[in-house]
């Protein structure tokens, strides 16, 4: 599960794969939750859009007040989910991140701050629905299943509009393409409180 992520500059960083950006801040967030409205990048007849979506999806079949929103798609079951089913074949977004925490399960849950080994920007696959996303997650690399057993689908940056292509396979896309190497390091507990908001959060501790 991934539940929290870092994005700083979102507009600048995609400038590149991008063709516009509608209401998106140009600005840093060091702690991204559930619930927020976050950018992640949609595509059109004319091209890539980057946009701000709530995370977390209510599906239209639950009872809004009583169902909690969906912020994680598994992708080994993307295709069989009624949730999702449709979504990864008509609705796919990617999510752009510095970086993501994920919790260590000791005594006490200890954060680990995960980034790409080569500091660029993630590409993370995501699925959405209306003004809603979700990040898809897969089963954890080996290096990083000693801190989590799941991590997000991050892709590379020339592998963002084939994921975006519809008449391409998504799920299966994203099981066979090729993943940047990630590296992670022991955070403060600071990040635990979502109002906690600076670049303090992501300063390697130990």
């Not at 991050?154 to 998504?170: A, F, P, Q």
Request: charged share 30%; hydrophobic share 35%.
């Amino acid at each position: 599960m991934c539940g929290r992520y870092v994005i700083t500059y979102p507009v600048s960083k995609t400038q590149k794969i991008v063709k516009t950006s509608i209401k998106v801040d140009d600005k840093e967030n060091y702690n991204a939750h559930p619930y927020q409205n976050l950018p992640i990048i949609k595509r059109y007849t004319n091209g890539n859009t980057l946009e701000s979506l709530k995370w977390g999806i209510v599906p239209h079949w639950a009872k809004k007040k009583d169902f909690k929103p969906l912020i994680n798609a598994r992708l080994e079951t993307i295709d069989e989910k009624f949730s999702f089913k449709k979504l990864i074949k008509l609705k796919r977004c990617i999510v752009i991140a510095d970086g993501f925490y994920e919790w260590k399960r000791e005594e006490q849950k200890i954060p680990y701050y995960f980034l790409r080994e080569d500091k660029k920007i993630m590409y993370i696959a995501g699925i959405f629905d209306d003004n809603e996303f979700c990040l898809i997650t897969q089963e954890a690399k080996k290096d990083i299943n000693e801190i989590h057993h799941r991590q997000p689908v991050i892709i590379n940056e020339n592998d963002v509009n084939k994921y975006l292509n519809l008449e391409l396979d998504g799920s299966s896309f994203l099981k066979d393409c090729k993943k940047p190497l990630l590296k992670f390091y022991e955070v403060s507990k600071n990040v635990n409180k979502p109002t906690n908001n600076n670049v303090s959060l992501i300063k390697k501790i130990n």
